[in-house]
């Protein structure tokens, strides 16, 4: 009797290696913490609508109808998640524009100008991906809510524009908006894949994302530059 328990202890411990091998490849999710997103977009401020130009049009003048390309960085922090994710954002983005520079007369001349922005966006962040992780509808909406702190220059042949009827060539602007938009869920394309990459890199989720935002950038309604706009944004998402 002694010795069939031993056997029968010593088959169960035998197999334990095995169990726990075949435990072990189960696919588990790393925790998610928040989210970097990269995207792109035309943005088009609205200096040809300050009311001090009496009609003159000087964006339009020099650069055209063409809008600048925006192209933006951004962290996201998650501190909830459960019927969606919800957290606070920080981003950065660049854009600029040449053009030829006019002269008194308003003729190009061979100077070239320039106009560059810098938004830095505080932002608060809601996702509605409760049915993607729960039902695995892969679109997800979600709605940014936010300040936006936008640093400007102008530059003409190459250095900071220094205006003959006075003031500078640069600035800062500060204002309020709120962008949505819908994410696609890609894990569910390659769903393997996406495992891979979580449990390789610790990238939850991976996203194609189109958004729109809507900005008031002039100082709350102060005089001067106008650098608000209303405009589409693409990009990717990654959730860590």
Known sequence: MTRAVALGIA???TALPGEAQEMSDVPTQ???SGAVEIRLGGYKPALDAEEALAGKRPYA???????MLLVELEMQRFFYQGIGTAGVSVSLGYAEKYAAALTDADVPSAERTGLHVLPIRVRGVYRFDYPAFRWGIPLVPYIK???VFTPWWSTKGGEIESPEVGGTGKGLRFGWEVAGGVAFLLDVLEPRLA???DSDLGVNHSYLFAEYTYAKV???GSKGFDLSDGYWMFGLALDY
Do not use: K
């Open 30 to 32: 790393t925790p998610r």
């Open 145 to 147: 809510p936010g300040l």
């Open 11 to 13: 088959v169960v411990l």
């Open 218 to 220: 002039n100082n709350f």
């Open 195 to 197: 495992r891979d990459f």
């Open 61 to 67: 003048d020099t650069f055209g109808a063409s809008s």
